[in-house]
């Protein structure tokens, strides 16, 4: 007998899965309609057109504001992802005082509300110019900079999320039979972990780009006059006429996003299969 | 090998360690340092007017703001309390619709279940702007549900419905939507880990399927639950932009009157104590259910 759920009851779950399923994709997918809807955005469709997708690339300030957002995302991803991997490699390799601290420190970014942090970012930044201005006359201001300084910070526990686990299944041994093959500490790291660790970072940064990408709050505060693409979006969404533009960049944008978790998904799988079940320590706080 | 060199090599191998310990750690930790912790601690001293910015700053220590505000005497401790009703209501309706998801997943489904899982979780990890915006277009006045009303003759276009838009409900339908995917996830994992041998105890003993749910399965899941209710909770109680898309007037929030005070005014001393507060506030409920949120069981998953 299946205890878990009845014949009847396992009907209506499979049901609410689907019906939940539906739901949620069903908005997204009339803004897909949308965006090759002839009209305004809404019923009944007056017709298919692509020509919203030849206005988007005409439109140079959103293909800016495109831009300005990958190279952000880019950036921020970098640098998170390489201080996840030296977190991560502390974090499971050494012992060292305070680790529960240094363990609550990078993961308190996830529970932080971004609006207290760009706010702080804001007043960091202000108080450092009025500092740059009283002193030597110059000024940073605000700007992409500020920007990615912020989306490091929140990426970073997610790149530790994702290096960790797959750190932690990689076999010491390796490591330790590069060593006793007359390799030095760096020789192994550069040549045998690096590469081991490769699916995993390529994986955290595809989540970290995506984060970056789409991050509206904590840029909102920062971006000064370098409008990034969900700073541009959300400033638009007040102008009607745009919005069928916007509908269909968000489609797209969405696809891609979707494309990469979905890769960063397959990317942590090859990682999985690569290093097999083996498990070192688990000394983590 | 002498004791000695035996002695001398494990003291050296152990400062080398703790040399690259630091080495691996100071880069992150300056830079969380900088721009994590510092940036909040400026907060903090600017909400007591410890730090001046502007001209009318006096950089005179007051507490009359943090005062002010925690005896009721502004609008924002009213906002406050309307924001934890409305993320409270969001979680609590959140959380049931995500149990029998994680429940179906975790317990009915055998080979496909890491995949529908990602089918769940998709849509949470792609634009947080595209969904609000796709409810914006839905629950507009000529939007999709509204012209379905006509189309049907329900009701006019001269009249809509007007509450769908700018409005708490609207704020908290998108709310729901937007975390649902998320949340069914610690629940899952409470449920994967579930000893099914527990089940089949429960159910050799005379316990019908009801009875099984309600005193092994459900409690067994608890922690799952808790952690579920928090992630959706502490995130939504500083939420600004929702409220900024489909909120309209009514659906006004804490977290719009934060960014208000920073962005429009120039009172930034009140909103750095508004922003302090909620601080406080989530700081507070992490350590109480932090517990339950186990962020690698999660990840791992």
Redesign the interface.
Same mark, same amino acid.
């Given at each position: 007998?299946e205890?878990? =759920?009845?014949r009847s009851? @396992?009907l209506s *779950?499979?049901v609410?899965?689907w019906l %939940?399923?539906v739901?949620?994709?069903l !908005?997204?997918a009339?803004?897909a309609l $949308?965006s090759f809807n002839e009209g305004?955005?809404? $019923?009944?469709l007056s017709g298919f057109t692509t020509h919203w997708y030849g206005d988007v690339l005409a439109n140079r300030v959103l293909v800016s504001s495109l831009g300005r957002s990958a190279a952000v995302a880019t950036a921020s991803s970098l640098?998170a992802v390489?201080?996840?991997v030296?977190?991560s490699? &502390?974090l499971l390799r @050494?012992r060292?005082f305070g680790k529960p601290a240094?363990s609550a420190?990078? $993961?308190?970014?996830? #529970?932080? !509300?971004?609006?207290?942090?760009g706010? +702080?970012?804001?007043? *960091?930044f &202000?108080?450092v110019d009025?500092l740059l201005t009283d002193w030597f006359g110059v000024y940073i201001g605000l700007g992409l900079h500020a920007i990615v300084?912020?989306h #490091?910070?929140v990426a /970073? !526990?997610y790149t530790i999320? =994702?290096i960790?686990?797959l750190l932690e299944r990689l076999s010491v041994s390796l490591e330790e039979a590069a060593k006793d093959l007359g390799a030095n500490?760096q020789e192994t790291f550069r040549r045998v972990t690096l590469p081991l660790l490769m699916p995993a970072l390529v994986s955290a940064f595809l989540?970290a780009f =995506?984060l970056s990408f789409?991050e509206? &709050?904590i840029a909102s505060?920062l971006a000064g006059s370098e409008q990034t693409w !969900?700073v541009y979006? $959300?400033a638009q %969404?007040r102008v009607p006429s745009l %919005?069928p533009q916007?509908?269909a960049v +968000?489609s797209v944008?969405?696809i891609a +996003?979707?494309l990469l978790? *979905?890769s960063a998904?397959i990317g942590r799988r090859i990682a999985e299969h690569r290093y097999g079940r083996e498990f070192s320590a688990r000394g /983590?706080a | 090998m002498t004791t000695a060199d035996v002695t001398a090599s494990t003291t050296s191998w152990k400062r080398r360690e703790r040399r690259t310990t630091a080495g691996l750690l100071s880069a992150p930790m300056l830079w969380l340092a900088l721009f994590f912790v510092a940036p909040v601690v400026y907060v903090a001293a600017y909400s007591i007017g410890a730090i001046t910015l502007f001209p009318t700053d006096t950089g005179v220590i007051s507490f009359d703001d943090w005062n002010h505000f925690l005896r009721g005497g502004s609008v924002y401790m009213g906002l406050f309390w309307k924001s934890i009703r409305i993320s409270l209501t969001v979680s609590v309706v959140v959380v049931l619709l995500a149990y029998p998801i994680a429940y179906f997943l975790a317990l009915c489904v055998r080979r496909m279940k890491y995949v529908l899982l990602l089918v769940v979780i998709v849509p949470f990890l792609t634009s947080f702007l595209l969904r609000v915006l796709a409810w914006k277009v839905i629950l507009g006045d000529r939007g999709v549900v509204n012209s379905l009303l006509f189309s049907l003759h329900i009701r006019s276009p001269d009249d809509p419905v007007s509450w769908l838009l700018y409005s708490q409900f609207a704020v908290m339908l998108v709310l729901a939507y937007v975390w649902v995917p998320f949340v069914a996830l610690p629940i899952f994992a409470s449920l994967d880990n579930l000893d099914r041998s527990l089940l089949e105890a429960s159910s050799d003993l005379g316990a019908d399927r009801w009875r099984t749910f309600w005193r092994v399965t459900l409690p067994l899941s608890a922690p799952g639950v808790v952690a579920a209710f928090v992630f959706v909770f502490v995130p939504t109680i500083g939420e600004f932009v929702t409220p900024l898309l489909v909120g309209g007037p009514s659906g006004y929030l804490y977290g719009n009157a934060i960014q208000d005070l920073f962005t429009r005014g120039t009172d930034w001393q009140s909103g750095s104590v508004l922003a302090m507060f909620l601080l406080i506030v989530v700081a507070g409920l992490m350590a109480l259910f932090g517990r339950f949120v186990q962020v690698r069981s999660v990840a791992t998953d």
């Open positions: 007998m205890i878990a =759920t009845s009851g @396992r *779950l499979t609410f899965f %939940l399923v739901l949620l994709y !908005p997204i009339f803004l $949308f305004d955005p809404s $019923f009944p640098i390489a201080l996840g030296l977190v490699f &502390a @050494r060292f240094v420190l990078v $993961f308190s970014p996830l #529970v932080i !509300p971004y609006l207290v942090f706010i +702080s970012l804001l007043l *960091l &202000a108080l009025k300084v912020g #490091v910070v /970073l !526990p999320l =994702t960790l686990p500490t989540i =995506t789409d509206y &709050a505060f !969900p979006l $959300f %969404l %919005l916007l509908i +968000s944008v969405f +996003s979707m978790i *979905l998904e /983590l | -």
